[in-house]
């Protein structure tokens, strides 16, 4: 007779459901970024559009490939903390854009290294003129999770460091009023770092390998079960 025990059946019971939720979530999270894979190739793929005439509260902006032209501004800067590239620690730079048109964006111009010490900031390469840029909006998926203060001005001039981008915040800061999201600059796009970003912050891949390991444990867990409960029905007949 098969008898598992209370114990084990009572383990296998709570922890089997769990470990089939957590590998089929992965799955599901694996299919949601190879969506926006595919979502991001496509709209990089289609032709420019001009930022000025964006309705800025559609649904569907994300990744758009946009255009627009005017100048920066050098007074002020923004850098979101701890961004890493190769292996080194810097600042992701974030620049006010005035288009031709009077819009403002807050264009992501990629990463630069942070200096000797956190005290020591990057020099900020100024950008002169009337200028064309190109990018792809970014729409957040998660709101950031912050432990600090989200921002730290290290002078009174500037720049300010940012744990996060509140755009809401910077336009308060700076009297002025905003497109909601930010543009990263593409490659080749003037005023552009150091391009550091992914499209999504876990390849597919790993969801993928992360759901591999629950359903091992999963597995592991029922031949226990069934070991066990045979091994228990071995030892009453002794």
């Given at each position: 007779m098969f008898r598992p025990g209370w114990k084990m059946t009572v383990v296998t019971a709570l922890f089997a459901p769990l470990l089939f939720w957590l590998g089929t979530w992965q799955l599901e999270r694996e299919q949601e970024k190879i969506l926006l894979q595919q979502e991001y190739e496509a709209k990089q793929s289609a032709t420019p559009v001009d930022a000025d005439s964006i309705d800025w509260r559609r649904a569907d902006l994300a990744f758009?490939?946009?255009?627009?032209?005017?100048?920066?501004?050098?007074?002020?800067s923004f850098l979101l903390d701890n961004r890493v590239y190769e292996g080194k620690v810097g600042y992701e730079l974030l620049s006010p854009f005035r288009t031709d048109s009077g819009l403002e964006l807050l264009v992501n111009r990629g990463w630069v290294a942070q200096g000797a010490t956190r005290a020591q900031l990057p020099a900020i390469r100024d950008i002169v003129g009337r200028v064309h840029i190109q990018g792809s909006v970014y729409v957040p998926l998660d709101k950031a999770f912050l432990l600090g203060e989200i921002e730290e001005m290290v002078s009174?001039?500037?720049p300010w460091v940012l744990q996060d981008i509140d755009i809401e915040r910077i336009a308060a800061k700076l009297e002025t009023q905003f497109a909601p999201y930010t543009i990263r600059l593409a490659p080749g796009s003037t005023g552009l770092e150091q391009?550091?970003?992914?499209?999504v912050n876990m390849l597919p891949q790993k969801h993928r390998a992360y759901a591999v390991q629950w359903f091992a444990m999963l597995l592991a867990l029922i031949i226990m079960f069934v070991y066990f409960g045979f091994k228990n029905s071995h030892s009453d007949e002794g």
């Amino acid at each position: 007779m098969f008898r598992p025990g209370w114990k084990m059946t009572v383990v296998t019971a709570l922890f089997a459901p769990l470990l089939f939720w957590l590998g089929t979530w992965q799955l599901e999270r694996e299919q949601e970024k190879i969506l926006l894979q595919q979502e991001y190739e496509a709209k990089q793929s289609a032709t420019p559009v001009d930022a000025d005439s964006i309705d800025w509260r559609r649904a569907d902006l994300a990744f758009s490939n946009v255009q627009a032209d005017g100048e920066f501004d050098n007074a002020h800067s923004f850098l979101l903390d701890n961004r890493v590239y190769e292996g080194k620690v810097g600042y992701e730079l974030l620049s006010p854009f005035r288009t031709d048109s009077g819009l403002e964006l807050l264009v992501n111009r990629g990463w630069v290294a942070q200096g000797a010490t956190r005290a020591q900031l990057p020099a900020i390469r100024d950008i002169v003129g009337r200028v064309h840029i190109q990018g792809s909006v970014y729409v957040p998926l998660d709101k950031a999770f912050l432990l600090g203060e989200i921002e730290e001005m290290v002078s009174s001039s500037g720049p300010w460091v940012l744990q996060d981008i509140d755009i809401e915040r910077i336009a308060a800061k700076l009297e002025t009023q905003f497109a909601p999201y930010t543009i990263r600059l593409a490659p080749g796009s003037t005023g552009l770092e150091q391009a550091n970003w992914q499209t999504v912050n876990m390849l597919p891949q790993k969801h993928r390998a992360y759901a591999v390991q629950w359903f091992a444990m999963l597995l592991a867990l029922i031949i226990m079960f069934v070991y066990f409960g045979f091994k228990n029905s071995h030892s009453d007949e002794g």
